[in-house]
């Protein structure tokens, strides 16, 4: 990630925070998973696969693609990533961007950032470890660019609370060119577990810009077959196709990791 050696550099208020509201909601709010041997949300004998233009990951490519259902829905949105070098690609945090499928458009996702932390970041030592961030923007790139960091402890104006699932917490400041992060605090680093993989939410200027997944090196080396819930809003400001899940697969045959948002529904703003 660019910068990530202060992306949320001053967190620990809020691995704090979060530590609270797990305690007072985990009888409250429920923290959905589900696994299946088949991720059948993202492809099946109904759809089809577009891919967006390839980019280099070490000496492999890399694409983003959208899954559409026989009517021409997207059903999924995600990366195929290369197993062979996607854990050889030096000792510095960077950042690749992959475009999606000109000829799909999938509202409100514009495009997708793998991002690579070799050192993780803070807060306190939960995302201290080697791992790999996907944000799936929806703003364009123009957009993000203009974001300017803003160091805690300012807090960033939040959206309408109904935009953002109960249990979520909003870090302090703006890290540049990409926004505030809001962490799950039902996620299982902050009951106990060990960070594997988590989502993230991100906004800017009271709007929701990105989902982000994020997860380890040490998670991705087991191969995953997992499909994990994702908690929902009361409602979405923008009209478009949201995920109700995503989803980790390595697929042994290409050698290769499909991560993508699945199950997508199209909702419309209010």
Request: glycine share 6%; charged share 20%; net charge negative.
């Amino acid at each position: 990630m660019k910068n990530s050696h202060r992306k949320w550099a001053s967190l620990t208020a809020l691995a704090a925070l979060i530590l609270i509201t797990a305690s007072c909601s985990k009888n409250e709010v429920a923290q959905p998973t589900v696994t299946s041997d088949q991720l059948t949300q993202v492809k099946n004998d109904d759809s089809e696969i577009h891919y967006g233009p390839a980019v280099t990951i070490g000496n492999k490519e890399a694409k983003a693609w959208v899954s559409v259902n026989k009517t021409g829905d997207p059903i999924a949105i995600g990366v195929s990533l290369p197993g062979e070098t996607i854990f050889d690609i030096g000792a510095e945090p960077k950042i690749y961007t992959l475009h999606l499928p000109k000829d799909i458009k999938v509202a409100p996702y514009d495009h997708i950032d793998f991002n690579w932390n070799p050192e993780g970041h803070p807060p306190m030592d939960i995302y201290t470890v080697p791992h790999y961030d996907l944000h799936f923007y929806m703003i364009c790139e123009q957009d993000k660019a203009k974001i300017e960091g803003q160091l805690p402890p300012y807090i960033a104006p939040a959206p309408a609370a109904k935009y953002i699932p109960e249990a979520y917490v909003e870090g302090p400041g703006v890290e540049p060119q990409m926004g505030t992060h809001w962490a799950d605090a039902l996620s299982p680093e902050f009951n106990g577990k060990s960070f594997t993989r988590t989502m993230i939410l991100g906004t800017y200027n009271a709007k929701v810009t990105f989902f982000e997944p994020m997860f380890t090196v040490d998670y991705l080396k087991t191969k995953p077959n997992e499909i994990i819930a994702i908690r929902q809003p009361e409602a979405f400001e923008k009209s478009g196709y949201y995920a109700k899940n995503y989803s980790f697969k390595y697929d042994e045959n290409h050698k290769q990791y499909i991560i993508a948002l699945t199950d997508l529904r199209h909702e419309k703003g209010k």
